[in-house]
């Protein structure tokens, strides 16, 4: 099992330009979000989905769109770019069950510099 | 999800218990005590969790107050590889199963 992997690992984008970091899980999750860490900071929540079609706006929604269109890939884009965004995406997947109490994996992370 | 509060670092010699304290004063009864830790620049990784009662497995030991409003987290022997920072988290378990990180501690371990 690959577990977690993101692409690509590294980014660098000019003001206003778009693009998408992909995430892909082989281990059968439902449930899968989208993280970005700032430097010296914990992760915040940008967006999440808890199944195939389905997405839900996280702390930190504002410039990101997802699709979920496969259950095993998770898709966070950038339509335009701001240097806000420069930032370490992680992407994390889990299963879902009444009770809940299933761990997250995490990805190995994307960095994003935006000039 | 209930607030909590961690010291910003804390060093440990190589060796010995690694023991990281993490208040939770406004947990609820249905919130979950969660830990996880984050080796420099890689994803974060899952290391226990627990309601009230202790809970060991592999990686750690975690002791939960009778009253539930701190916990600490255990590292029996710690090593150079546990150098990270560490993040305590209290959730319920609802829609979505999401988790909201604070900044954490650092722990540094040293030889």
């Known amino acids: 099992n690959a577990g977690v992997t993101q692409t690509p690992k590294f980014r660098v984008l000019k003001t206003g330009q778009s693009m998408t970091l992909l995430c892909a899980q082989d281990?059968?999750?439902?449930?899968m979000y989208w993280y970005r860490q700032d430097p010296g900071m914990g992760l915040r929540l940008i967006h999440y989905?808890?199944?195939?079609?389905?997405?839900a706006k996280g702390e930190v929604p504002d410039g990101y769109n997802v699709s979920r269109l496969k259950k095993q890939n998770f898709l966070l884009g950038l339509e335009s770019a701001a240097p806000s965004q420069t930032s370490v995406y992680f992407c994390?997947?889990?299963?879902?069950?009444?009770?809940?109490?299933?761990?997250?994996?995490f990805g190995p992370g994307t960095r994003l510099t935006v000039t | 999800d209930a607030k909590t509060t961690q010291p910003p670092s804390m060093d440990c010699a190589e060796g010995r218990a690694a023991n990281l304290p993490c208040n939770h004063s406004t947990i609820s009864g249905n919130e979950y005590v969660y830990w996880y830790r984050q080796i420099h620049s890689q994803g974060p990784q899952y290391i226990i969790h627990?309601?009230?009662n202790n809970e060991t497995n592999e990686m750690a030991s975690l002791i939960i107050t009778e009253d539930r409003k701190s916990s600490t987290l255990i590292l029996p022997h710690a090593t150079l590889r546990d150098t990270a920072v560490y993040y305590c988290i209290v959730r319920v378990v609802e829609y979505g199963n999401k988790l909201v990180f604070g900044a954490g501690t650092i722990l540094r371990v040293k030889s």
């Open positions: 994390a997947s889990t299963f879902s069950q009444a009770g809940g109490l299933y761990e997250q994996y």
């Open positions: 281990m059968n999750h439902e449930y």
């Open positions: 627990g309601l009230k």
């Open positions: 989905s808890v199944g195939e079609g389905t997405t």
